[in-house]
């Protein structure tokens, strides 16, 4: 399996600017969760979905922030507009009911650097 | 609000001696899980604890579940260099729901 994939690797865009970072998860896989992280915050959970239906969006910082899974082997997570305390390491991650225990599967991450 | 608190937050060893990271909470878990990051790629599962009391080995590596399902220990033997990286554990509270709650992480150094 090619695991979770994640796009782009590294943004960089201006402050006010929109971003759009892209999930693609595991085959099968029927949870899907965007972590931030931060050296301040560490791994936060932003929000995730079961069966392509957000589950728990509290954390999802403000009104700037949105995600969408539209189908189950995709989605997105954006910012509008983009601010400097947005730069972070945002973490795509899938999981499967099958396994039992909800064991996570991280992608490699998209690193944002909000100028 | 339930928490996890790891400790120590940060751990710098020489090669060769032995470390233990502990995972608290004061909430029981359904499951507990152990991941390693290292740096510029995401969080690795290294191993899955559910029994109160359970011991799992990896290699070098040991993971203790505690017997009120409450805490957790990861102990290496003998860490070399490549153990370096980010440890974090993360524990399911509610059974079912697929959300794990995650550790601030400890980070281990391993010098040559």
């Known amino acids: 399996d090619a695991g979770v994939i994640q796009s782009p690797r590294h943004e960089v865009t201006e402050m006010g600017q929109e971003v759009t970072l892209r999930c693609k998860p595991i085959?099968?896989?029927?949870?899907l969760f965007w972590y931030r992280q931060t050296m301040m915050r560490g791994l936060e959970l932003l929000i995730y979905f079961n069966n392509n239906v957000p589950i728990d969006d509290s954390g999802m910082p403000e009104d700037r922030f949105s995600a969408k899974m539209p189908n189950a082997s995709f989605s997105t997570l954006k910012i509008q507009p983009s601010e400097p305390r947005d730069s972070a390491v945002y973490f795509c991650?899938?999981?499967?009911?099958?396994?039992?225990?909800?064991?996570?599967?991280f992608g490699p991450g998209t690193r944002l650097t909000v100028t | 609000t339930q928490l996890l608190e790891q400790s120590p937050q940060f751990l710098s060893i020489q090669e060769g001696e032995n470390l233990t990271v502990y995972c608290n909470s004061s909430s029981v878990f359904s499951s507990l899980q152990w991941y390693r990051q290292e740096p510029g790629e995401g969080p690795v599962l290294l191993v899955t604890?559910?029994?109160?009391?359970e011991v799992k080995k990896l290699k070098r590596l040991t993971f203790q579940f505690g017997d009120a399902r409450k805490d957790s220990s990861l102990h290496i033997t003998a860490a070399q260099p490549g153990d370096t990286g980010l440890y974090l554990c993360a524990g399911e509270f509610t059974s079912n729901t697929g959300k794990l709650i995650f550790g601030q992480g400890t980070t281990l150094q391993v010098k040559p």
């Open positions: 085959s099968g896989h029927d949870y």
């Open positions: 604890v559910v029994t109160g009391g």
């Open positions: 991650a899938s999981s499967s009911t099958g396994t039992g225990n909800y064991e996570q599967y």
